[in-house]
């Protein structure tokens, strides 16, 4: 399934967050929102998994509306990893995991076989299997992560959307997560921090800037040393990686605060 976002208004506070984004997240692709901070990558994510209700525009599942569908519909095409992780469950880690089965599940029924299997595949897949037992608050930051990504990972969704789903995780099982979300094939929609994670792994990326989208395409055509100068306000510069061939971001951590000016000039809008 395919998420198309069209012109999507968010105001909350009296203020408009999201003004008029157009965005698609295709079906079995990796779709990244990057951006600065309080570029409205979350807000705009929230709409998606229906924690916030736009003031204008849509949210469209193969063509329907979001908005239309009952939340257990909704539930069992759209999972998501937010941003606010939440830590107090007085659950174990499995329980956390077979949250994800709820949306198939009828009022007071408990789990079968299947959603057992499926309960341990997700951790399996996430590398937290061993740790099934443990109480979820015992955990570390970087082991709750995986595990509520698992959790998503149960919800068997058409469509993954994650908060910066990397925060808190080790390289190493950053590069474990994104790998397996390249081989899973789900359509998914995620907001990075890392512009080079996002680089390597997505196939197509969204800029969000005040509000706005303003770049759209693969990360080769969009991650331009003008477009580091004029949304990130930094000076880089765009290499090939020696290993995977991506493209790599190499940014100037001397650069004087008019570098990113010097770099405008230089490379145009």
Known sequence: MRIDIEDLRVAYAGRT???????????????GLVGPNGSGKSTLLRTVYRHLKPTAGRVLLDGTDLRTLSPTRSARHVAALPQERGGDFELTVREVVAMGRTPYKRAFAGEDAADRDIVAQALSDVGMAQAADRRFTALSGGERQRVLLARAFAQNPDVLVLDEPTNHLDIRHQVELLTLLRERR?????????????ASVCDRLHV????????????????????????FGVRAAVVDHPLTGDPLIAFDHRASEDSATRVLDTYGN
């Open 208 to 231: 969000l800037h005040a509000g706005e989208v303003v770049a759209s395409g693969p990360p080769r055509d969009v991650l331009t040393p003008a477009l580091m100068a004029e949304v």
């Open 186 to 198: 789900r359509t998914t929609l995620v907001s990075l921090h890392d512009l080079n994670a996002a």
């Open 17 to 31: 967050v999201v003004s008029g984004a157009h965005l698609v997240a295709a079906e079995g692709e990796i779709t």
